[in-house]
């Protein structure tokens, strides 16, 4: 039906194209569709404002259709002249007119007064005149000539409605009535308009107006125009020739000075259809008629379309879609002005099409859309601010490592490469900064730059670090082994020995340090720090140095007791031969391990003097304090602090001490026992003679048996025979050293030794027995077996009894 309402034809009026439809039908329903179709065919959208609107009223049948299709071409149905005066035109109709300029529409409106809707029915035919005033610039007003001066002429209902509908526009647009004298009579033009303004007036003053309008002249809502016309039935050619005269007048009708009234309510064309729909709906729930808050209210709408459309074509255009896929991948070089040349492409078009349109609506509206535009855009931007930062950061970082490899000082190559990476980052800020929106990605630049300070500093602290566990192992290996080795030989000068060798390793590290330090950019109190660390790491080297020797303390004692005590002055180790003076040799190695005892006992990094040694010595080796001095006087080592040394300067304390030094008497009392049994040991075995009152004793009874052995040789040789034999077994059993650990283990060991000694003897001496006599005087030449054989016997000897030479003879 819709479809059908819009008609495209070539009308009589030769190669001009006319469209029409039907805007409202005769139910006063608003086709939408034929409408836009209509304003799409005639392009209307494109005409921002320049373009104007016609209507026409007037009573039914009185040949309104036949008057717009001569005087603009256009393509209204007209009633059949022959078939009687009937209804033709239902509703409103709509046609552009055919060769004005600008584009002009014109509206067909149903005919009033018809008997087709019946005497009371006036609603569509007010509701349809008030569109026609709401919506036109220029409105014909159709009526016969005859009518003119008549108290019952058929458009004086007409007239009135027209006023008052008026009434209910606010703030209407002054709309143009052209007074239409159809058939005009032989009475000239000049004396009927007087006639008919005279009416025009009288009915204006007959309708009742609101307060507001109450002495408002009819000239303040409309520009009051007549034209006559010659009948179009009688005298067709003068009529078309008058029509021709009017037409002339609707060429450029917008021009100021032209037909169109005020274009105060106008609304831009292609918000044409909109508005058109709107006042119709509102006319049909009979509310008042807002005319500039429509237009706001049109604006809105359309603004909001246009926006709308523009925000769609921007998301759906290709060049979009690409650059929001190249983004994901990496930076886009020129990122910014891609980006905001689409951006500015979509915001022209709006503003281009919503140009007309209430500048405010269109204003706030354009924001909104910038508003829209920009947040979909700015992910974009923004990932290809993360690319930039993130690849900037990576490249700072291979320069940075490279330009360090390379031997650069750390905070030279520190600032050339923050400087470099950063003017790169600003370059690509530039190029990816988009003008029209002009976001604020300033936290992009902060982050890299708060990251690339971020790795300088963890580049540098690892540096650092490294930097000052080297010169601690420096310190540790120039300090621990010379340390360990002074307390080694501990002894008054040791202390002062570990001041100067940690002072001079000391210095010496420092300066290296502060030479490497100069390298990097630290302040003067953070390079101070470092050094100051430094010294406490050497000192703290020497001290748990200390604490470990001391630890040790009674070990240390021990080995140094036990090299003095065996060992002689010239380090040869000692024969307890009985001459030793072992108390003398005790007290000296004590004394010593007790100033071993007394350099241990605290740490001496600091000039000054302690009586830890006197402390010491009084206490614990001085004879002269003896027992009972020590009784009455208190003991100076039940403390737990040493005078003038502080407790964390403390080592030993002076209980430790004391318990130490008794720990270590009695572990080495064990030696000094051994040495006593050693020596009584050796004298016992050295002192074999008895006692001379025995051998006094012995040669006044055994002096007559003596004279007889030495009167008798038999006797004699006896003796000497026995004397050998006694003499050989006694070597061959080393009975003086058999008997040096005591008598019962030396019988025992004489026992088990006895009968194979004997029985080696005489196999000895039967072999002698049986050696054939040597032809010569040489000494006989000994067999390798019989020289080492030999060799070991007197090797047996001598270790047996090395000291006594009459033995080995
Ligand atoms: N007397 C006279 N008749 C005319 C004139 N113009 C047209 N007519 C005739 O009037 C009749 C109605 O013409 P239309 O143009 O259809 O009139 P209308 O006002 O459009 O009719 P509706 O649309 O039905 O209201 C036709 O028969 C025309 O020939 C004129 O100037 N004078």
New binding site residues.
Partial sequence: MEKLAFKLTRNRWKDAECCSTQLIDGDGSFNVTGLDQFIKEVRLAECGLSYAVVSIM??????????L?NLFHTN??????FKG?????KGIWMAKCSGIEPCTLVM?L??TD?RERGEDDTAFEKQSALFALAVSDIVLI?MWCHDIGREQAANKPLLKTVFQVMMRLFSPRKTTLVFVI??KTRTPLENLEPVLREDIQKIWDSVPKPEAHKETPLSEFFNVEVVA??????KEEL?REQVANLRQRFFHSIAPGGLAGDRRGVVPASGFSFSAQQIWQVIKENKDLDLPAHKVMVATVRCEEIAHEKYAAFIESESWHKLEEAVKTGPVSGFGKKLNSLLYTSLSEYDSEATFFDEGVRSSKKRHLEEKLFQLAQPAHQTVLGHLRSGTLEKFKEAFEKALNGGEKFSVAARNCTESYMARFDEGYEDALVELANWDSSKFRDKLRRDIDAHVASVQAAKLSELTSSYQTKLTDALSGPVEALFDGANNETWLSIRNLLKCETESGVSGMAKALSGFDLDEHAKGKMLTSLQEYARGVVEAKAKEEAGRVVIRMKERFSTLFSHDSDSMPRIWTGKEDIRFITRTARTECLKLLAVMAAIRLEDGIDNIEKILFSALLDTSNSAATKTTMADPLASSTWEKVPPARTLITPVQCKALWRQFTTETEYTVTQAISAQEANKRSNNWLPPPWAIVALLVLGFNEFMTVLRNPFYLAVIFVGYLVAKALWVQLDVSGQFRYGVLPGLIALSTRLIPTVMDLIRKLSEQGQMPPTPTHHPPRMSAAAASKKFENRSTMSSTDSSDPDKEE
């Fill in positions: 007037g009573p039914q049948s009185s040949g309104k259709s036949t008057l299709n209204f149905r007209e009633m059949d002249a005066r009937s209804q033709t035109t067909d149903e005919g018809g159709n159809r058939d016309l010659n009948s179009y039935e009688e009529f």
